[in-house]
C-alpha cells in the first residue's frame, strides 16, 4: 500500500500544479477500491507513475527518444571503427559527422548524455565478441562510462545555471545587441564550462578506464592526464612505462614495446566513441543556444542587411533545386519509393557495416597486434547473433526515415 | 477538439454508452480496457477541450467506508461531438463514405 501510495505521488508531481492536488486526491479514492488486490493497486499506481501526462512527451516520443540515443551510439561506434582502421585525423570529419547529426534530433543535452550512457557501456562492455583487449573488463569500462556520464551531466547542469543566472536579452542593451546573432551561442554565459567541462570529462573517463590497465602494467599514475591525447594520435608518439617482452599481454610474435603501447592502445578503444558521444552533446547544447538566441529577438533576420538577404535567397535556391533533384531520384518526401530506398539502403549499410567489423575482429591474433598500433576495431559482437543484427540493421532504418524527414515549419 | 486517437474514442464511446449517467475513473477503466496510466490523460485532455465536466461526489467518506470519488460526464457538446466522431470512426472501419463528405 504504502508503495502505491509513493507510486501515485510520483506520478503526481508530474502533472501540472493546478491540477495535480486533484488528481491525487482522485487517484487515491479509487485505490482504496481495489484494496482486496495488490497486484490490481500495484498495477493501477505503477500505470500512473511511467505513462505520460497530457502535456508530456508520448510513448512514441519516448521511444524515439532511445532510439535516437542508441542510434547516436551506434554512429559513434562505426565512425570509431572507420577511425581506427584508416587515420587518425579522420576523427575530425567523423566529429563533424557527428555534430550534423545532433542538429537533426531533438535531444536535450541533459536526456542524451543520461540515454546514451547505458548503450555505449553496453557497446563497450558487451559488444566484444572476441575478448582481446586486455583491459576492457567491467572494472575498466564502469568506471569509465561513470565517469563520462556523471562529469558531463555536472558540466550542463552547471552551464545551463550560469546562463540563466545572467539578466534576459531585454535587461541590458549589451545582452539586446548579443543576443542578435547565434555566433554569441559560442561565447555566452556558462560556453567556457560546458567547453572546459567537456574536455575534463574525457580526461576524467580515460584516467577512470585506464587506472586498472595502469597498474597491472607498472605505468605512474603521474602521466595519467595525458592518456586522453596520447590515445588519439598514431601509435608511435611516444613511449613510457616498463618494457614488456612477448608474453600474457602481447601476441607471441611481438617485438617487446614499452608499457603504453598497450595501455594506449587499450584506452583509444574507449576514448574515440566517447570523444564523439561528447561531440554529439556539445552540438545539441550549441544548437539549443543558437535557437535561444535567434528567438529571443525577432528582428534580428531583418537587421542582416542586404548581403546576408542575398545569401539566404542563394542557399534557398540551391537548397531548392538539390531538393527537386533528390525527389526525381527517390520520389516525394513521405513516399513509400522514398522510405523504402532510403530505410533499405541504411538497413543493408549497418548490415554491411556490421559484418565488416565482425570479419575484422575475427582473428584475435590480428587484432592484438591491432591494439599496439592504435587500430583496433572493437564490439558489435552482439550482431554474430541474427536477432542483433536484425536489430541493428531496424534501428539504421528507423533513425534515416526519422533524420531525414522533412522538418516542420 | 481533443485529437481522435484509438483511447479517446475509447473513452467517449463508453461515456456515450452510460448513456448520461456519470463515471468514474475504475468504471471506465473496466468498460474502455484502457489502463490507469492511458485513461486519466485522456480525461484531463476531454476536460481541457470542454468534452467532459467533473464533479466530487458529495458523501461521507466515514459513511461510506472510502473517500470521496471524483465523477466524469460528457458535456453536451461534447456528447455532440463524440456521437459525431464515433459514427465517422464506426463508418470508416466499415469502409462506407462519412455522410456530408465527397468520397475522394
Redesign the interface.
Known sequence: MRLCLLLLAVAARRWPPDIAADLLREWQAELSVLRSSRFQMLMYAGSLAVAPTADGPSWSHRTTTVATAAGATLLAATLSNAVHTTAPWLILPAAALMAVAATRTRLSPLAATALITPPLFAFLFLGNAVSVMPFMGFQDVAPAIATWSTTLLTTLFLSTRRAAALPSPAGSPTSRRASRRPATAFRGPGVATLLAGSVISLIAATVAGSLNAAHTLGISPWSAPLWFPLSLLPADTTAFGPVLSPAALLPADAAPTHASAVLLGNATVLTAPLLLCTVFVLALAFSRRIQAATSTEPQSRASTGRASTGRATADRASTARARRAVTIALGPAGSPRRQATLGGTAALTAVAACQATLLAAADPTALAHRVLDHSAVFGFGFATHPAGLAATALLAAALTLRLTEPTPT | MPRMTASVLKVVAALLAAGGAER???QLMQATGL????L???L??LE?AGWVESRWEETDPAAEG?????YYLLTAEGATSARREVAAMRQQMSGAPVLGESPA
Do not use: D, I, K, N
Open positions: 468514474y475513473g475504475l489502463p490507469s496510466g492511458t486519466y490523460p485522456v484531463v485532455r481541457r472510502r473517500p470521496a470519488r471524483r
